[in-house]
């Protein structure tokens, strides 16, 4: 997958913006290459602990603008609030609900601003599996 800097940083900002809370989103683009970045809301934000799904209404509405636009909805990202950058033992078994190939970001952020970025893919029999990411300018 491949994503600007800008488009990640925007990642990095909801993940600061909701700390230390969870935030979730989904990743718009063409072929490979993501080309948007649409923050959600998580239904589970209300729960400790790491959980996240993204709302189900949130995701038609960007499925549906997506569509009008060309595009396609390429992947996900959550961010661990103080946590690991890498899907925890929850993320990998509820993965298995999403159909791959779908891209699979998580964002650490310590301390409210301290990022750091796990890229993997759901590949199709629901397993996640490290992915690069390409990052361009
Ligand atoms: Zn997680």
């Known amino acids: 997958m491949r994503i600007s800097k800008q488009l990640l940083e925007r990642i990095a ?3 600061a913006a909701t700390y230390p ?5 989904l990743l718009v683009g063409q072929g490979d290459e993501v080309l948007a970045v649409e923050a959600t809301r998580n239904a589970f934000a209300a729960e400790s602990g790491d959980r996240f799904e993204i709302d189900p209404l949130d995701h038609v509405r960007v499925w549906e603008a997506a569509r009008r636009a060309g595009r396609q909805i390429l992947g996900c990202y959550h961010s661990h609030p103080d946590g690991q950058a890498a ?5 990998r078994r509820l993965a298995r609900s999403f159909g791959g190939p779908f891209g699979y970001l998580v964002v650490a952020i310590e301390d409210g601003y301290d990022c750091r970025v796990y890229s ?5 029999n629901g397993h996640i599996a490290d992915a690069p990411l390409d990052l361009e300018d």
């Open 21 to 25: 809370d969870e935030c979730c989103g």
């Open 13 to 15: 900002d909801h993940a």
């Open 120 to 124: 993997g893919r759901i590949e199709r």
């Open 87 to 91: 899907p925890s033992s929850i993320d």
